[in-house]
């Protein structure tokens, strides 16, 4: 007999931040994936829910046939389906094949794979208690601001009544269908499509580690976790690593473009042409950084199409590459930056470099220059050109 409760995996996301060839949810993760170790959370749930997967469509058979076993042993009906060209269609896939009598629906990203079975419990029965929509939801701990597209400071938002909303989200199952049924545009996540459809959506507390993996530190904070829960003593790092990188900018063709370069801005200088403000030794520092931890490069973190970073400084790469690299598991002992190009000239300014670059990381933080003696592009007065190297050393 099917269950009257049920939950939607959607794992059908490419996930290219993450820097794999694989879809996200297909991504090792532990002993298993991504993707079965959500699987193994919603069948740790006190009531055995009715599963879909629901999966890219190269994926359809191999996913059955790896997960059938799995749910047979837990007494959980399987379904998988192949995914659609946005999570919404995905969902709706998912949906489409649910048995006639499951009552109460959950939706649940593959890539939050580390939410707890517990969370999948009390949403299930504050859906059923209040007969309405139920979202997990975590405060919001930050200073949030609203920001204009060119990077000014517009206001501080009040966060008190902010939430940063987690899956799985859940619904009773009319008002799944009806929402569906009825939805007039793409909405990135359930809960504000079923809002669109003129339905009340509560919050309850969400959970810490239902975060999402979205970058090469969420999945290293990921394997972290699952070492733990397995009980492994050797998943803490305990050596120190060293990473290395480099950045290559050319000179803005507009003169009037200012120069920002080791964290500094340099008047009357050019400035060098990029997505953000072209600081070569900030993201060649980043790029070391990243490397040491394991967590890609800026390319995969920091990608041209984020509009986040557009015509951001290197503080700001900085910052969020120390944040990311901490979360890891690492702290930063220290780096050393060698700049290459004709100009401009560091010497006079070299102290100021260092102790800015060093306030952010918080750590040590060297700063060299040197030219090509007049080969290549940085000999020719084209560009500029860094190459770092970062030490990092365990967290304890």
């Known amino acids: 007999m099917s269950s009257a409760i049920a939950v939607i995996i959607v794992a059908a996301g490419s996930g290219t931040r993450l820097g794999h060839t694989e879809p996200k949810a297909f ?25 879909v997967l629901v999966v890219p469509e190269e994926r359809v058979e191999s996913a059955r046939a790896g997960f059938a076993p799995i ?46 079975a517990l969370l999948f419990d009390e949403v299930a029965a ?52 009806h929402a569906y049924a009825t939805a007039r545009g793409d909405f990135t996540d359930d809960a504000a499509l079923v809002a669109s459809a003129g339905l009340i ?6 959970d810490v580690r239902a975060f999402k993996i979205t970058v090469p530190a969420d999945l290293h904070r990921a394997e972290q976790l699952v070492a733990e829960a397995a009980g492994s003593a050797t998943s803490a790092p305990t050596a120190p690593r060293v990473g290395t990188g480099t950045d290559v900018h050319a000179f803005a063709d507009d003169a009037s473009t200012p ?14 042409s990029g997505h953000s403000d072209g600081d070569a030794a900030a993201h060649a520092i980043c790029d070391a950084l990243l ?44 780096v050393s930056v060698q700049l290459v190009g004709n100009r401009p000239k560091l010497a006079p300014r070299r102290a100021e470099a260092e102790a800015l670059l060093s306030g952010v990381l918080g750590a040590p933080v060297s700063v060299a220059a040197t030219t090509s003696d007049g080969l290549g592009f940085t000999g020719r007065g084209e560009g500029v050109a860094a190459i770092a190297t970062a030490m990092l050393h365990p967290l304890r």
């Open 291 to 334: 490397a040491a931890a394991g967590l890609g490069d800026v390319g995969q973190v920091f990608g041209t199409a984020d509009a986040r970073f557009a015509g951001a400084h290197g503080e700001v790469f900085l910052a969020e590459t120390r944040r990311l690299v901490e979360a890891a598991g690492w702290r930063v002992g220290n």
């Open 71 to 116: 749910a047979a042993a837990s007494g959980a009906e399987l379904g998988v389906v192949a995914g659609g060209a946005s999570r919404q269609e995905s969902v709706a896939a998912g949906l489409a094949v649910l048995p006639a009598d499951v009552d109460t629906v959950l939706v649940h990203d593959a890539a939050r794979a580390l939410a707890p």
């Open 201 to 206: 959506v509560d919050a309850v507390p969400g």
């Open 259 to 272: 120069l920002w370069l080791a964290g500094l801005e340099w008047p009357g200088e050019r400035g060098l």
């Open 27 to 51: 991504v090792p993760l532990g002993a298993g994936t991504v993707l079965s170790v959500a699987v193994d959370s919603v069948l740790g749930m006190r009531e055995t829910p009715h599963l």
């Open 126 to 177: 504050a859906v059923r208690a209040r007969r309405r929509g139920i979202v997990p939801a975590l405060d919001v701990v930050d200073t949030v601001k609203r920001v204009s597209d060119d990077g000014r400071v517009l206001e501080t938002v009040d966060r008190s009544t902010l939430r940063a909303v987690q899956t799985p989200q859940g619904f009773p199952r009319s008002s799944l269908d």
